[in-house]
């Protein structure tokens, strides 16, 4: 009689960098979902049907694996803007900037949800406002370059910068759960807010309700 075969296993073997893109895919879902604090290092093994110390053995903790979820949307962000912007004219690369921000929170929703959220109590990682400020650092030089021609203080230029990363980034915050209207309408909404704003810049600010001093 010929003896019956062996039952194989229904889980699949991964090798170890296999096993690690699965346990980042699977943390980044639960950290979008349900925040960090919320997710547990159990439940991240449960889903990579795993034991806990699979989890340990390749991050370190909960902590070490958040933080290379975030360094890797922070790269995604920052590497598509700076790819984004090639156009010579500076209103087309304030375009093309603007554009970078919402093809990111459109391609990458989840890792936008776990950006915008504060990081854990002593992670070595980037808030969301560190990250929305080397965004700005990337785009800084072209209004720095405008305000020359236009015989304005450059030095003003990375504060400007910060204000219009912060406006677009706040937009799309709004627009990740409205998705109306369609993003290049979006786009275009916040350069014509952005640029007639900066068109009509003057040298000298001062405010009209405060008497100046």
């Known amino acids: 009689m010929t003896e019956p075969k062996p039952r194989r296993s229904g889980r699949i073997r991964m090798t ?10 699977i ?4 950290f979008a979902q349900k925040g960090y604090e919320a997710t547990s290092v159990e439940e991240i093994a449960a889903r990579a049907e795993v034991s806990k110390p699979v ?3 390749h ?19 920052l590497d598509g803007v700076t790819q984004s912007l090639t156009a010579g004219r500076a209103h087309e690369l304030v375009e093309q900037a603007a554009l970078a921000l919402l093809d990111y929170i459109e391609n990458n929703s989840d890792g936008f949800r776990i950006l915008v959220r504060d990081s ?11 990250i929305l400020s ?8 072209i209004l720095a370059e405008n305000f020359k021609r236009r015989g304005l203080d450059p030095k003003n230029a990375p504060m400007y910068a910060q204000m219009l990363v912060g406006m677009v980034a706040l937009t799309g915050q709004w627009w990740l759960d409205a998705r109306k209207p369609k993003k290049p309408d979006v786009a275009a909404h916040l350069v ?3 640029w007639n704003g900066l068109s009509g810049l003057e040298a ?7 008497p100046h001093k």
Request: charged content about 25%.
């Open 16 to 25: 170890s960098a296999e096993r690690r893109e699965q346990l980042i895919t």
């Open 192 to 194: 014509n807010l952005a």
């Open 134 to 141: 080397d965004v700005a650092t990337r785009v800084e030089h």
């Open 59 to 77: 991050f370190g903790g909960k902590e070490g694996l958040y933080a290379v979820v975030v360094d890797r949307e922070v790269r995604a962000l």
């Open 27 to 30: 943390a980044r879902g639960l």
């Open 55 to 57: 989890v340990y053995e």
């Open 204 to 210: 000298k600010p001062t405010l009209a309700t405060r």
């Open 120 to 130: 854990p109590v002593g992670s070595s990682t980037g808030s969301f406002i560190s």
